[in-house]
């Protein structure tokens, strides 16, 4: 007799095989991004006296919904629920805040939503079936995974035009950028590997094999390690940034999908689809330091910037797990859409109440600090170039 998570696993399974590969991957994609607000295009001024905190935002995107919550975090609320594409899988923010990015495996497609208006203002066609995204560091670029055309897209934020595309391996799944180095991760789920690309050419310089059908894939905030998930081995593999070798492996839990770091480097969560549980490792050690009940089927991990709070998203349970960073344990259970994917995670705080604006003099033009902090990362990379 199967098992109720093998039934689950069969009837999703059946919803992907009519996009091809995915049959072969339990299906248990989550897309959690936590933004802490936006860019705000005008100078602005809090009033005397308006000391209540600000609030911040979980994005959480909802597959068979084709919707993105949007979590206020301060009170655990669903405030707003955005339509996208067909079959919305992945997610991920500009550094600003100020935009976010969904692949829509449904329709080829990554919708770009405006985060001051929660309304999407671009659609880009992308290649064959995308599902992994990432933002470059200076948010210039998006690097989006093709499961069936073994590819990466790589589109100008700027322009929202793809500008390249890049061969690697077979079935490519989640993809991570360096955060201080041009190299960017991707996870092969048929190859058994890892390609990294020199994103000043846009080529595969290095493949890494790693466990069996690896998924998850992120950089410690140092940019010195890369870590994997590997669903079929039940481990995580650690890669030395500077060699492109594994130097460690990690025992996880049953089926270890997505995976997060805080930002000090200090503990990675990882969750465990079949477990129902996030496992806590610790970055020095490399050990399983904690582990922790969440709802059913966990994939997408999301940890706040303050490194506070964990945000895990239960596909079988259509929640979102809120876990104390302090305590390892959960302390709210938010019910979103259907079947949740993610991860991401911002730094700029939407406004508690509406701005002064404060005018400048005539003649002297004003960029938004997203449209600055763009520009200077655009010239940036053209130097490098």
């Known amino acids: 007799m199967r098992s109720a998570i093998e039934n689950h696993h069969r009837k999703l399974s059946g919803r992907f095989q009519r996009h091809g590969r995915w049959s072969r991957v339990r299906p248990s994609l989550a897309a959690v991004v936590i933004a802490t607000g936006l860019a705000v295009p005008t100078v602005t001024a809090v009033p005397a006296g308006a000391a209540a905190p600000s609030p911040r935002y979980v994005y959480v995107v909802n597959s068979q919904s084709g919707t993105v919550s949007v979590i206020n975090t301060m009170t655990n609320k669903v405030v707003t629920t955005i339509p996208v594409g067909d079959n919305p899988l992945e997610v991920a923010f500009s550094p600003s ?141 650690v890669i030395d940034a500077v060699t492109n070798k594994v130097v460690a492996t990690i025992p996880a839990g049953r089926h270890p999908f997505r995976i997060a770091i805080t930002p000090d480097g200090a503990r990675a969560y990882v969750t465990n689809l079949d477990s129902d549980l996030v496992s806590v490792i610790d970055a020095v050690t490399n050990k399983v330091v904690a582990t922790i009940p969440v709802g059913h089927n966990p994939f997408g991990v999301a940890i706040s910037p303050s490194g506070a709070r964990v945000y895990v998203t239960n596909l079988g349970a259509n929640t979102v797990s809120v876990i104390d960073a302090v305590t390892n344990k959960v302390v709210a259970t938010i019910p979103v859409g259907d079947e949740p994917f993610g991860v991401a995670a911002a730094s700029i705080v939407r406004p508690s109440r509406a701005p002064i604006t404060v005018r400048r003099p005539q003649g002297r033009p004003h960029r938004s600090e997203a449209t600055s902090q763009e520009g200077q990362g655009q010239g940036q990379r053209q130097r490098q170039g």
């Open 97 to 237: 805040g100020a935009r976010i990015y969904v692949t829509n495996q449904g329709t080829d497609t990554v919708s770009v939503i405006n985060t001051t208006t929660n309304k999407v203002i671009a659609n880009i066609a992308v290649d064959d079936h995308p599902l992994g995204i990432a933002i470059s560091p200076f948010g210039t670029r998006a690097y989006v995974t093709n499961t069936q055309s073994d590819t990466v897209t790589v589109i100008d934020a700027l322009t929202n035009r793809v500008i390249d595309v890049i061969p690697v391996g077979h079935n490519p799944f989640r993809v991570a950028a360096s955060p201080n180095r041009p190299r960017v991760y991707v996870t092969n789920q048929d190859s058994d590997t890892v390609s990294v690309i020199n994103t000043m050419t846009n080529r595969v310089i290095a493949t890494v094999p790693v466990g069996h059908h690896p998924f998850g894939v992120v950089a410690s905030p140092s940019g010195a390690r890369v870590y994997v998930t590997n669903q079929d081995s039940d481990t995580v593999s």
